[in-house]
């Protein structure tokens, strides 16, 4: 398996990882149409993804790699939540596959999701405009680090509006609440949510025997946990509850193929930040005057931590409020 591996040409938009037999991480490239990771699970008589990516052309590559590399049709395809770099690829697979996500993450894409895309389609200058903005941003950057993560995002946008014209946002037809399992011929998965920590509500997909999970972006391996629609409390809750299985591979939303070591270290991550937040308000001080801690200082997704700390600010201010 791994020699078919090598011999599939792969992708612009990702990288195959082989986690176990027939299991596969497909790992985003950074700045093309894919921006967050993917996984295939190989289930015998049948095979599942778990998320599509954030455009047509690379759910297409995902669809063309769990083909060749299980040897059947996509039957199954998991959403962890609404974010659209897991879910824009969702007509790809339709309609031979099945999608499924909890029943809050389908509520969240019928109503928010699909007029937000109704309305770029109708609107798309401002997107364009931000595009332009960001640009002169990216030439202005003296970090190189920041700079080529804002040149990242700026070209998977690009590839996003070109691809958008032909998007139909396609929902999941099968829902669930707490745990649904999928068995197959020669392995079965738990899909399974404990609530919302990342957004409204998280799945991720378990997979007890070869103790692996595929998280979604409840777990980012080496990136800053994206927080703008968290709950960072239930986030913390979700994960300690995820520490009582037993994983030992974990596919993250971002980043390479990680552990339970990576579980912990967001853990730590967000509780830093609830800390560092809080102290600043108690001081009166301003959080635009928070440094990225060492441990992070090396992390992607740098431009995402004065998000961060705004929206456990606005947190911290209501329940104060």
Not at 73 to 86: G, K
Not at 217 to 232: G, T
Not at 253 to 261: A, D, F, L, T, W
Request: glycine content about 6%; aromatic content about 8%.
């Amino acid at each position: 398996m791994v020699n078919r591996i090598e011999a599939f040409k792969g992708s612009k938009h990702f990288l195959v990882n082989h986690v176990a037999e027939g299991v596969f991480a497909a790992i985003s490239v950074p700045g093309t149409g894919s921006v967050g990771n993917a996984a295939i699970i190989n289930l015998g008589d049948s095979t599942l993804v778990v998320d599509t990516f954030t455009t047509i052309q690379a759910a297409e590559d995902l669809q063309a790699a769990a083909k060749y590399l299980t040897g059947n049709s996509v039957s199954y395809v998991i959403n962890t939540h609404w974010h659209s770099d897991h879910t824009t690829g969702n007509q790809v697979f339709t309609p031979k596959a099945q999608l499924i996500s909890t029943l809050t993450t389908r509520e969240i894409m019928a109503t928010y999701g699909k007029n937000r895309v109704s309305e770029q389609m109708s609107n798309p200058q401002p997107i364009y405009q931000a595009i332009d903005e960001l640009e002169k941003k990216i030439q202005q950057e003296t970090d190189e680090k920041v700079k080529k993560e804002m040149q990242w995002g700026n070209a998977s946008d690009r590839e996003y509006m070109k691809m958008l014209p032909n998007l139909l946002y396609t929902l999941p037809t099968i829902t669930f609440d707490q745990q649904l399992s999928i068995h197959g011929s020669d392995r079965s998965v738990q899909l399974i949510t404990y609530g919302g920590g990342h957004t409204e509500s998280d799945a991720f997909v378990y997979l007890p025997e070869e103790k692996i999970a595929v998280m979604g972006d409840l777990v980012l391996s080496k990136h800053h946990p994206v927080m703008i629609h968290a709950n960072p409390q239930e986030w913390l809750n979700i994960l300690e509850r995820v520490e009582l299985l037993d994983i030992e591979k974990i596919i993250p939303g971002h980043g390479e193929v990680c552990s339970m070591k990576e579980l912990r270290e967001v853990k730590g991550y967000i509780n830093d930040i609830l800390a560092l937040v809080a102290k600043t308000v108690q001081s009166k001080k301003s959080i635009d005057d928070i440094l990225v801690p060492n441990a992070y200082e090396d992390w992607g997704f740098t431009t995402y931590f004065k998000m961060n700390l705004k929206k456990i600010h606005d947190l911290l201010t209501i329940s104060v409020e």
